[in-house]
């Protein structure tokens, strides 16, 4: 079956860039997705790439997708305090039925 | 617009009630879908519809039950709560097609079934 996996934890210095790694099993999949999730809070979607592009650059966040090594990772620039949060990778085709990973703490220390 | 709306935002049951999570979306979504969250995992699909009176089964179905009759509300229904359903519970909806079909998320429903 479909299977996304993620690094349970991570901990930056303010300023510094953040990278979270995310790798999936479902080759079909169209689209794949970060979201962020705040204490209590539903989920946000940060950004995403179609599965025929290699990157994607918005504002403070790179997303790199390799899909030989079915590998995708978020790297936010410059992290701020206000980016600590639950950071879920998640694949779909055409966005539904999404897959989720379990999710990566990103704490950042100031 | 609201966007996707959850109520209630807490509950607790005893082993053997049942309730109904409410979902309402004011987006004109034709695809709706729910999660539930628990520790150290993603979201799991429980139930998801693609349109008014169509429903499907996830990856989690079984104890819960679904019914769409109308664009707007996506209902859950857990006949007969069990503990391992504990869980925080979202509410999605999306288009359904399109550039990138963003899902939005509801604020979440905690569960507790003791």
């Avoid at chain 2, 707007?72 to 979202?90: K, M």
Wanted: aromatic share 10%; net charge negative; with cysteine.
């Amino acid at each position: 079956g479909e299977d996304v996996e993620q690094s349970l934890f991570l901990s930056v210095r303010e300023g510094d860039s953040s990278v979270i790694n995310c790798t999936y099993t479902d080759s079909s999949s169209t689209y794949l997705y970060w979201y962020k999730q705040e204490p209590g809070a539903g989920l946000q979607l940060l950004t995403y790439i179609f599965s025929n592009m290699d990157m994607k650059q918005d504002q403070r966040l790179t997303v790199l997708l390799n899909k030989k090594d079915k590998h995708l990772s978020l790297r936010i620039a410059d992290t701020q305090t206000g980016d600590s949060a639950i950071y879920f990778c998640a694949e779909g085709e055409y966005g539904n039925k999404l897959v989720f990973g379990a999710g990566t703490i990103l704490r950042v220390k100031s | 617009n609201a966007g996707v709306t959850q109520t209630p935002k807490f509950q607790v049951l005893k082993t053997g009630q049942s309730m109904t999570l409410q979902c309402a979306q004011d987006m004109n979504h034709e695809y709706m879908s729910w999660y539930r969250q628990d520790p150290g995992m993603g979201l799991r699909l429980i139930h998801y519809s693609v349109g008014a009176g169509i429903t499907d089964q996830g990856e989690v179905p079984n104890g819960y039950n679904v019914s769409r009759s109308t664009t707007e509300d996506f209902p859950l229904r857990l006949l007969s709560a069990a503990p391992s359903q504990t869980s925080v519970y979202f509410c999605a909806s999306s288009w359904g097609t399109g550039t990138n079909n963003e899902q939005f998320f509801g604020p979440g429903t905690r569960l507790t079934v003791l």
